[in-house]
């Protein structure tokens, strides 16, 4: 059963301390999705990527976020520094029909303190 | 302004009750997606549309490009169901407006 892998499933750092998120899409699928949700903004989009190429990152602060695309079996959203207000929970989604996220990871939980 | 709202924001129905949430949008979209989220927090992409109806199972989601309004219904709910239903509209494949979600509790 394909499936969307994120790791850490959990994170907990101090505030200016660099995190690393990194997810395995399922293989295959050539569209990738960093997503955001909090309680107080619900879900949004940071990132979008189809065939490694970024097409999308206008939802990412761009001073402290940053996602990549190192091969096809990788993503990663990374966050330097880490801030209070970055604690979210951080969804990857993958797919193979442009703009559609068929598959999402179980999340990445952030807490920034 | 959110582009899309939702209603309800919170539904309790009886096992075996027709559910109906709405989604109502105000950009033109390229296609509409429902998603459901678990209370352990897992996501599952249910629909994507872009007109008339689709089916899967117990669930259906229409979409009426003219009225800019989405339903999702769900046939003889079953507690299972319970979780937040999220849409989301897209007016390009790059975009991506979501709704706050409907949480739905379905009671034994």
């Known amino acids: 059963d394909a499936r969307v892998t994120q790791t850490p499933r959990h994170k907990v750092t101090e505030m200016g301390q660099e995190v690393t998120m990194r997810c395995q899409p399922i293989l295959g699928h050539n569209t990738v999705f960093w997503y955001r949700q909090t309680m107080m903004q619900g879900l949004e989009l940071l990132a979008y990527?189809?065939?490694?190429?970024?097409?999308?990152d206008s939802g990412m602060p761009k001073d402290r976020f940053s996602a990549e695309m190192p091969d096809a079996t990788l993503a990663t959203l990374k966050i330097q520094p880490s801030e209070p207000r970055d604690s979210a929970v951080y969804f990857c989604a993958s797919g193979l029909v442009q703009g559609q996220p068929s598959h999402f990871g179980n999340g990445t939980r952030l807490t920034v303190t | 302004k959110n582009e899309v709202e939702q209603s309800p924001q919170n539904l309790t129905a009886q096992e075996g009750e027709f559910i109906t949430i709405n989604c109502s949008y105000s950009v033109g979209i390229s296609a509409l997606h429902w998603l459901q989220q678990h209370p352990g927090g897992g996501i599952v992409s249910l629909f994507m549309l872009s007109s008339g109806k689709k089916k899967h199972g117990r669930l259906i989601a229409t979409i009426n490009i003219q009225e800019k309004h989405s339903s999702l219904h769900i046939t003889a709910s079953h507690p299972r169901d319970s979780a937040v239903y999220i849409c989301a509209a897209t007016p390009t494949g790059n975009q991506f407006y979501f709704g706050t979600g409907t949480s739905l509790t379905v009671i034994p």
């Open positions: 990527f189809r065939n490694r190429a970024p097409l999308d």
